[in-house]
């Protein structure tokens, strides 16, 4: 297996030190791995420090309110990743004895873990014999074997499982599979990678044959959807109105301003006069001070979203809970909404 001990020769030598590598405990790997679902580790390496330091074990993660675990989440975005952690937790301590299970059956049984997770799991922390396949790993087999079946498609999954597996040197299934994802993230990069000093050039099919910027060949993504989305920041001194989105729909379980969403852009006037915003504000006299609009990519979705800030004597909808403005940090609120309100601290 000269592929695979080449990786792991150059792990070994270039491997970067985080903190979920110089540990077996399957907890710790299990939130490093849910962190790091589309998140870069630059970007994840903070959260899960803060998170193993406020929830140290499956325990108090399972004690743990769920508002408190999507505090600690917000800003990492796809917020169902928290609540399955959450609900994970609950089956561990429930089915397990508070124990994280050891095989790959009952791990890949828990909420929010998938084959990608139970491998990574049972690979890092107990040294089982299964094949890691992420984008990282994607893009390595793809350009090293000169593999041209999409990735994203049924077929594509189906023949890069088997090849992973194959891959794998068994009695090193944890390291070779940090080995393989730590090259396609630092050096078999998506973008200009640096194939002259790479130790498969001389091995590399995509290479030889000149077509590593083509490789791995992926189906054309889903037509990205608008929505239009208007929240009115209803303000009276220092307090305003918030609530807790329940429908099963982004965002889930997190904190918002009372929203008017909308099938279609519509004018500023249009949603003042909507019988949404009048229910929202009754009949009391209001003031608009502030109108301001961004735009908030998800994977499929595109949202346009408008903030009104409106002044009121008085609040009319007891739907919402009220709360003083030098204490909203203390909720969880979306990306987008967090990032306007840190305005009004």
Known sequence: MTFSNTLINWYEKNARELPWRNTKDAYSIWISEIILQQTRVEQGLPYYQRFIQAFPN???????????????????????????????????????????????????????????????????????????????????????????????????????????????????????????????????????????????????????NHKVNLLPIKLKKLKVKERYLNFILLKKGEELLIEKRQEENIWKGLYQLPLIETEKQISEEGIIDSKDFKKLVGQEPFKITSIQEVEHKLTHRLL?????EIEINKFQNNHYEQVKIENIDTFAFPKPVENYLKTLL
């Open 304 to 308: 346009k979203i408008r903030f009104f």
């Open 58 to 208: 499956v325990i108090s993660l399972h004690q743990a309110s769920e508002d408190q675990v999507l505090k600690m989440w917000e800003g990492l975005g796809y917020y169902s990743r928290a609540r399955n952690m959450k609900f994970a937790a609950k089956q561990i301590v429930e089915q397990h004895n508070a124990v994280f299970p050891s095989n790959y059956k009952d791990i890949i049984a828990l909420k929010g873990i998938g084959p990608y997770t139970a491998a990574a799991v049972a690979s890092l922390a107990f040294d089982l014999p299964f094949a890691v396949v992420d984008g990282n790993v994607f893009r390595v087999l793809s350009r090293y074997f000169g593999i041209e079946t999409p990735i994203n498609s049924t077929p594509g999954k189906k023949e890069f499982d088997v090849l992973a597996q194959k891959s794998l040197i068994k009695s090193r299934a944890a390291t070779y599979n940090q080995a393989i994802m730590e090259f396609g993230a630092l050096f078999c990069k998506p973008k200009n990678p640096d194939c002259i000093q790479c130790p498969l050039v001389n091995s590399c099919a995509s290479f030889a």
